[in-house]
């Protein structure tokens, strides 16, 4: 059973910036790539960015490329995602994910382990 854990959440300022960790716990772990996701109030959860596991290769959403990068550490089955130029819409809550699918893979319904969440606040 893999389990995740994220972290790095916080109230930051607008044009500020955060860097979000999810660390991968368990026996196992065989996912093809891994991917952060938010979810505002009010709003469906949205893919963010996402990165294959073992090329480390990223993909975006439109809405943070540019400002957000995701990267991971293998040894330490650790995935980042730094946040640069926060606006008041990146307030959410952020939720890790993995799936056992390659490519760039953005669905909510294609990850199978999810974190509990961590929240991100924009505001002055």
């Known amino acids: 059973q893999v389990l995740l854990e994220e972290s790095g959440g916080g109230l930051v300022q607008p044009g500020g910036s955060l860097k979000l960790s999810c660390v991968v716990r368990g026996s196992t772990f065989g996912s093809a790539a891994m991917g952060w996701f938010r979810q505002a109030p009010g709003k469906e959860r949205q893919f963010v960015a996402g990165?294959?596991?073992?090329?480390?290769?990223?993909y975006y959403a439109d809405s943070v490329k540019g400002r957000f990068a995701i990267s991971r550490d293998r040894d330490s089955r650790t995935m980042y995602l730094q946040m640069n130029s926060l606006k008041a819409e990146d307030t959410a809550v952020y939720y890790c994910?993995?799936?056992?699918?390659?490519?760039?893979?953005?669905?909510?319904?294609?990850?199978?382990?999810w974190g509990q969440g961590t929240q991100v606040t924009v505001s002055s």
């Open positions: 990165i294959n596991w073992s090329s480390g290769n990223p």
């Open positions: 994910a993995t799936t056992p699918f390659g490519g760039d893979v953005v669905a909510v319904y294609e990850y199978d382990a």
